[in-house]
Nanobody
Framework: QVQLVESGGGLVQAGDSLTLSCAASGRTFSRYAMAWFRQAPGKERKFVAAISMSGSSTYYQDSVKGRFTISRDNAKNTVYLQMNSLKPEDTAVYYC?????????????????WGQGTQVTVSS
């Protein structure tokens, strides 16, 4: 069992930066692939970025490539999402997720554990 707690969301202006954190409980964090998803009001939850167990491989949704960076610190049981050059269309609730099969995927159904989400609002 893994519990995930996101933090770092907030209200920012277009062009600003924000870093989200997701702290995981348990001793086996390094055995999970991790990902960030986001969900805007009235829309489906969508993949943002994923990272392998070791952090050596990362994957991004096309719309965030070059602006967002996913990283992890296995010693701190934490995964991060650095978001630069934020746009109003990045406004959403951001969720982190853990996949115990350790296979990075863009499919939310592949993930076993989810955090409660943190709101990111980007004003124009």
């Amino acid at each position: 069992q893994v519990q995930l707690v996101e933090s770092g969301g907030g209200l920012v202006q277009a062009g600003d930066s924000l870093t989200l954190s997701c702290a995981a409980s348990g001793r086996t964090f390094s055995r999970y692939a991790m990902a960030w998803f986001r969900q805007a009001p009235g829309k489906e939850r969508k993949f943002v970025a994923a990272i392998s167990m070791s952090g050596s491989s990362t994957y991004y949704q096309d719309s965030v490539k070059g602006r967002f960076t996913i990283s992890r610190d296995n010693a701190k049981n934490t995964v991060y999402l650095q978001m630069n050059s934020l746009k109003p269309e990045d406004t959403a609730v951001y969720y982190c997720a853990a996949d115990r099969t350790a296979i990075t995927s863009a499919n939310p159904a592949a993930y076993d554990y989810w955090g409660q989400g943190t709101q990111v609002t980007v004003s124009s």
